[in-house]
């Protein structure tokens, strides 16, 4: 009967500001921030312990019994312990029969034993409902409020009851539960906070990796060359000019990269004539990781910002302006103002300027407090249409600035194109293709597919 009302309680918890006990086995750190957020919360805490002398770590509203007394007292159990002293609670079997058991626990490494700690638990005690949640939540996060960290708790089990039971308490805690299944995704679940930024590993490295090539590049044709060729030293340009160089071209590609997995999936699609058919796992890699690589082209971008604002500043550009003031009034004479130069100066720096302002915007509707608050039409609007219109600003921006190399003979040394001729191979590919994807014989049998359409259904799986 008590256990009964105890869950009808907990699935409507509207009906009552009474709360039902929670038991938390284990007086760490997080037993003791987890016990006082719930008692902030409203709910009576009761710690289960081997020591039942009172500490002034355990939250001064809570109880502190022997484990087999706080277990009776309580319909659930949060077991905040280590999955290596599971064993004491053998020989409670009994006593936490027909109880809801939260496995909160984690591991060292990933995939560290054949079964999860949630499934190893469910073993030991068959009459127990086992639920794995709160593993991805940590002590300074629940003792801030969760104000500065992930509010996500991942939560799965067996008995949808029991499950239920734990995602209302997620809820009072002012957290927010994510229904991951049956308790076999615990092991996923206990694999998550060991994963450090699983999703920017691939972004990550390519960013590394041409930045790097980028960079060595640069270093070649600017100071190799120059020293070798002109018996000059410029090998300060590493401060300053070189990554002045390379961020906004890493800005560019990575930004063009962004696209280039929807340009292959459309060109799939076609080929295919169906929606129905899984891309490669290549492609679904690089399709979840889009948002990373626009972050960090938007960080690049950041840096191209400032550095050039910082030119001025350098000691070379005082020189050099210094040096041509000199030269004119040695020469007495005044160069005129070169129109074509102003104009080509003030149309690369407004495009800069309109193409960085929609990728910050592209940045800032990224963000899930912002993408959470518009619906998927106004989202693809600003990450599609105003995406692609960011694209096209930065790389006329790239084009009218590093236009003059283009036709140059000495701006190819060694025979190797300058490294802003190289920056615009991808993103005017990706811009060719979809200029050729909008087209209306293209485009509408292409919606059409995403609409459903097929045109063999007997190859759809």
């Keep these: 009967m008590n256990k009964n009302s105890s869950n009808t309680m907990a699935l409507a918890p509207n009906t009552s500001n009474k709360r039902e006990t929670v038991c938390i086995f284990g007086t760490g750190d997080f037993g003791r921030a987890l016990g006082h957020k719930m008692i902030q919360s409203g709910y009576p805490v009761v710690y289960g312990s081997r020591s039942t002398q009172i500490s002034n770590l355990i939250p001064k509203d809570a109880e502190v019994l022997g484990h087999a007394e706080a277990a009776q007292k309580a319909a659930i159990i949060i077991i905040a312990i280590q999955r290596q002293h599971y064993n004491f609670l053998t020989p409670l079997a009994e006593v936490l029969r027909g109880k809801v058991l939260v496995d909160i626990s984690n591991n060292l490494k990933l995939n560290q034993y054949p079964e999860s700690n949630a499934e190893y638990l469910a073993q030991l005690l068959p ?105 000059n030293d410029f090998s300060f340009f590493i401060a300053i000019t070189i990554p002045n160089r390379v961020c906004p071209v890493m800005a560019l590609i990575l930004l063009a990269l962004v696209y280039v997995p929807g340009i292959f999936a459309a060109i799939i699609q076609l080929y295919r004539g169906t929606k129905y058919r899984r891309f490669p796992d290549w492609l679904d890699k690089w399709m979840l990781c889009r948002k990373q690589l626009g972050l960090i082209a938007l960080a690049f971008a950041s ?103 283009f036709l140059s003979p000495s701006a190819y040394k060694w025979y190797l194109p300058n490294i802003y001729i190289l920056s615009l191979i991808v993103p005017c590919a990706v811009l060719v293709v979809k200029f050729v994807l909008i087209f209306p014989c293209v485009d509408k049998p292409l919606t059409q597919i995403r609409q459903g359409w097929e045109r063999n259904p007997k190859y759809s799986e």
């Design 127 to 231: 009459g127990s409902k086992v639920v794995k949640a709160f593993n991805t939540v940590s002590a300074w996060a629940l003792q801030s409020g969760t104000l500065d960290a992930s509010r996500q708790v991942f939560v799965c089990g067996d008995d949808v009851e029991a499950k239920q039971m734990v995602m209302n308490i997620v809820r009072a805690l002012g957290l927010t539960p994510l229904d991951k299944g049956s308790l076999l995704a615990a092991q996923e679940i206990e694999n998550y906070p060991l994963q450090l930024f699983p999703m920017w590993r691939f972004p990550m490295f390519l960013s590394l990796g041409l930045t790097a090539f980028f960079f060595f590049y640069c270093v070649a044709l600017d100071i190799i060359y120059t020293y070798i060729y002109e018996n």
């Design 303 to 405: 840096l191209h910002v400032v550095f050039t604002l910082v030119t001025p500043l350098r000691a070379f550009a005082s020189w050099r302006t210094g040096k041509g003031i000199i030269s004119q009034a040695l020469n007495n004479k005044t160069e005129p103002l070169d129109h074509t130069k102003a104009w080509l100066s003030d149309s690369y720096l407004a495009l800069g300027i309109l193409g960085f302002f929609l990728f910050v915007l592209l940045g800032i509707t990224s963000l899930p407090s912002v993408s959470n608050n518009v619906n998927w039409r106004e989202f693809r609007f600003v990450q599609s249409k105003l995406g692609y219109m960011a694209l096209i600003l930065c790389t006329a921006h790239t084009m009218v600035y590093g236009g003059k190399w």
